[in-house]
């Protein structure tokens, strides 16, 4: 089994949780500029003769195209928790579109289950990039949307596969992974990344060894990829999720929220996603 599979495989063991940019108004006034009022639609399109159900949200007030932010799942699959982080990005001003990875409704309430849904992923790559680029197209073809101006963000699971369309040179303006796999079987090739990259790390996580830490940083440098690399101290696996420590403690796994760890990773991902954006 590759690296990659191997890391995937630890992480089955111990789970992930359960379930900015504003672009600019286009009055000079921002009193007369209408508040946000998030759209929130589920979105039911077809990949490889899978039927697959996202959730696309967007400002119904903001006029203007915006750019598009793509969220990848965590293994658990396409729940609350992805479409909450959808909502909150269509109220920074974006169009976000929550993806399904794995086709036909699946979600798991149990680790054995979100192994079986996850690997099959996993061990078909070629499939998870074409759910992928599917997704990106969709999300490209809503009126609201500036096809010129792309991201990506994933959790966990969605965190190694939105690395891992970096790594393949995905045209896309930035990648942001959070608690995501850092091993791949495939890794960087100089001058290969063009996304700019924020990953954001619970220092703490004791299913990232050090080595697996150590080279992932060297693969980065070696491919020169423009990256920003943050460990947060006391964070573990799937810091960001509200959900997490109940989940670990349900299942006698080692996740925890971290309050600090999520709200100073968003506002992380919030200055990213201007700066890329705006570029």
Known sequence: MNRF?????????IGCSESGNQPSATHADEETVAAPAIIGEEV?????????????????????????????????GHNDYVRRRADM????????FALDMYGDRKQANHPADAQKFMMEVLNNMSAGESRFRAARKLLEEHATTDVSRTAAVGYCFGG????????????????????????????????????????????????????????????MADAGADIK???????????????????????????????????????????????????
């Open 89 to 96: 990005l269509a109220e920074l001003g974006y169009t976000a």
């Open 160 to 219: 190694g596969i939105v690395l891992h369309m970096a790594r393949l040179g995905a045209d896309l303006k930035g990648v942001a992974s959070f608690h995501g796999t850092l091993a791949t079987a495939t890794p960087a090739e100089a001058g290969s990344v063009s996304a700019k990259l924020l990953v954001a790390h619970g220092a703490d996580d004791p299913f990232v060894p050090a080595a697996e830490l150590e080279a992932f940083k060297r693969e």
């Open 44 to 76: 039911a399109y077809e990949v490889d003769g899978l039927s697959m159900n996202g959730y696309l949200a967007y400002d119904q007030n903001q006029i203007d195209e915006r750019p598009g932010v793509l969220i990848v799942h965590e293994w658990w």
């Open 229 to 279: 690399f943050i460990a947060y101290p006391g964070a573990v696996h799937a810091f960001t999720n509200p959900a997490a420590t109940a989940m670990g403690e349900k299942h006698n796994l080692p996740l925890a929220y971290n309050e600090t760890a999520d709200t100073e990773s968003w506002a992380e991902l919030k200055s990213f996603l201007r700066d890329v954006f705006t570029e």
């Open 5 to 13: 599979l191997c890391a995937i495989t630890m992480l089955t063991l």
